[in-house]
């Protein structure tokens, strides 16, 4: 004679694992079955089924004989797998939004690429004093007391002269000359 659920979900209760494990052998199934039906993904199904495993040995003690035992196990399988429908919706938000990211990141790399290889070529035709020092202060990021070491100038004469890289430059971007 085989023990009724409510007879194995009493001895759960109390502590029996050989009871508990009688009575999810009995259940498994559904688990599975509604958890494939509602995600429609053998693997997704059967993780499912054993997270829902994992949550009815949590819940066995909440269970009151209300319903009948299926009843509960339904409601507990069907609670999980709209909890995983919302989170996979949720990581689609998120992956969506990734990509839109990752998109506007890619626009304006390529868009900051463009710039970089615009103000080159424009400094490539300023004069070759104002084209070394644009490149040791904006390329090389030194000060301008730096710069002109390294130039043998004057650090007055680097302001300047950058002065006059940022006014030529300027009426570059203006003219929209490339």
Not at 17 to 46: C, D, I, P, Q, S
Not at 78 to 87: K, S, V
Request: hydrophobic fraction near 40%; charge should be neutral.
């Amino acid at each position: 004679m085989s023990a009724s659920d409510l007879d194995l979900v009493r001895l759960s209760q109390d502590g029996d694992r050989a009871a508990f494990r009688l009575l999810l052998e009995r259940h498994y199934g559904l688990l599975y079955r509604v958890a494939y039906r509602f995600l429609g993904n053998r693997a997704e199904a059967e993780d499912a089924a054993q997270e829902m495993a994992m949550t009815l040995a949590e819940k066995i003690g909440s269970f009151r004989g209300r319903s009948r035992f299926s009843t509960w196990i339904y409601q507990i399988a069907l609670n999980h797998c709209r909890d995983q429908a919302r989170r996979q919706k949720s990581l689609g938000r998120m992956q969506t939004a990734f990509v839109e990211v990752e998109a506007h990141r890619t626009a304006d790399w390529a868009d900051s690429d463009r710039r970089v290889q615009w103000l080159y070529r424009a400094i490539d035709r300023l004069k070759p004093d104002l084209k070394e020092t644009a490149l040791l202060v904006l390329a090389e990021e030194m000060s301008h007391a730096e710069a002109g070491d390294v130039l043998g100038i004057k650090e007055a004469t680097v302001s300047w002269r950058m002065h006059e890289v940022r006014k030529q430059l300027s009426q570059m971007a203006t003219t929209n000359d490339d």
